[in-house]
């Protein structure tokens, strides 16, 4: 396609490629041809801009604006075409390879509905496309910022979870360590925050039943300016007892934050709450360091198989090699072999023996009971009480909080 003029109202132009040359995207233009056809047309950048002027660009339900590295000079004109698109309601997918984070960061804050990386993984175009063409969910009135009291001088211990591999369940323990922190005292209950840090897979939102808000992608966007009051207006309160900051509302990129950044968001919150609990994604990335240091205890997730004892020491070698703190880990085993499973035990032994790593909490297999919570938005105390992952988990919570008040009441 070298154009974007329809030939009749039956061939109207559903949709476009914006770049400076799209064979430079071949893997695009097979995408498109398979969601749309022929009904798609291909612009470059200045005649993007004049395009949307003319009575054919009506018809247009999104744009697909394609860059590279060598496009970066170019961010300018690259926003006025999302800043036009939008005003004429047509979606923006951005479609970028080897673009710096602070370019996609500016181009999404402009108003991009979508990103996509490039090379295309499989049917990801489609999908863009389908979540953009569902109907916009009714809007529910903002929730009130959670107040925040001004000068608030807390300093509170800051817990971190990230699992070594996928499903071993870091977000179930995230998720249950923070509510039962939050309901560890009846008389005097701590206050708690949840952080999901997994900018691109968190459920945190989805294990709790809470929407996200578009305040936590701004908040995050510009942590230079942030104050109570914005910090506040994107976080959530979960049954009255926990205060919870969702992963944004849209996929994006791991090292659109930096360290700086991350270092804001724990500051403010351990100064305004007893507890912070943080969910880390699986991925390293350049603010793990700045998590890793500030963490009172950092739990680190793993299952008696091959694939988690080759992530753990790699991650030990990893930290180690930076010479990082790699004493602040704790290795948490989930669905650990029950107490009678003597032999299942004594794989766990020679596996923290093979790893030279202490493998210091246990934590048994909750069975259906954890999905069907997660998938109801409850934890486990809700749903669950007497599920032995959940019990695992109120007496670590307890022992964290027994600490805590001795170091408070010794200081």
């Known amino acids: 396609m070298t154009s974007a003029t329809p030939q009749d109202e039956n061939d109207a132009i559903l949709a476009c490629t914006i770049s400076r040359d799209v064979q430079n995207f071949d893997l695009l233009i097979e995408d498109m041809e398979a969601a749309l056809g022929e009904r798609w047309g291909d612009l470059g950048f200045a005649e993007a801009l004049a395009f949307f002027s003319q009575p054919e660009a009506e018809s247009l339900q999104f744009v697909a604006l394609a860059l590279d590295g060598d496009d970066e000079d170019n961010l300018t004109m690259m926003g006025e075409i999302i800043t036009r698109a939008k005003e004429k309601c047509i979606k923006v997918v951005l479609i970028a390879e080897d673009v710096t984070p602070a370019s996609l960061h500016q181009l999404l804050r402009k108003g991009a509905d979508e990103f996509v990386p490039y090379p295309l993984p499989e049917n990801e175009l489609q999908e863009a496309i389908d979540r953009m063409n569902k109907p916009d969910p009714v809007t529910a009135p903002q929730a009130a910022a959670v107040p925040l009291a001004n000068g608030a001088s807390k300093e509170g211990a800051l817990f971190v979870v990230q699992g070594l591999a996928g499903g071993v369940g870091s977000t179930t323990m995230a998720v249950n360590l923070a509510w039962e922190l939050a309901t560890v005292s009846a008389k005097e209950a701590p206050k708690v925050c949840l952080i999901d840090l997994d900018l691109q897979y968190g459920s945190v939102s989805t294990f709790l039943d809470l929407p996200r808000h578009e305040a936590v992608f701004e908040m995050l966007s510009d942590t230079d300016s942030m104050d109570e009051e914005s910090f506040g ?110 032999n299942g035990k004594g794989r766990v032994k020679r596996m923290g023996e093979s790893l030279g790593i202490s493998i210091d909490l246990l934590l048994p297999d909750g069975g259906k009971a954890v999905m069907q919570s997660g998938d109801h938005g409850l934890p486990l105390a809700n749903s669950a009480a007497k599920n032995p992952l959940r019990r695992e988990i109120a007496k670590l919570a307890q022992s964290l909080h027994s600490l805590g008040s001795s170091d408070a009441e010794a200081a």
């Open 233 to 342: 207006q994107a976080l959530q309160t979960f049954e009255d007892k926990l205060q919870v900051l969702t992963a944004p509302s849209d996929m994006v990129p791991l090292d659109i934050i930096n360290p700086e950044d991350i270092q804001r968001v724990i500051d403010t919150a351990r100064s305004h709450f007893d507890y912070v609990v943080i969910d880390m994604p699986k991925t390293l990335v350049h603010w793990s360091e700045t998590v890793l240091q500030a963490a009172h205890v950092y739990f680190a997730l793993i299952e008696l198989d091959m694939r988690s004892a080759q992530n753990a020491l790699r991650l030990k070698r990893a930290l180690q090699a930076e010479e990082l703190p790699f004493n602040k880990l704790r290795f948490a085993m989930n669905r650990a072999p029950k107490f009678t499973d003597l």
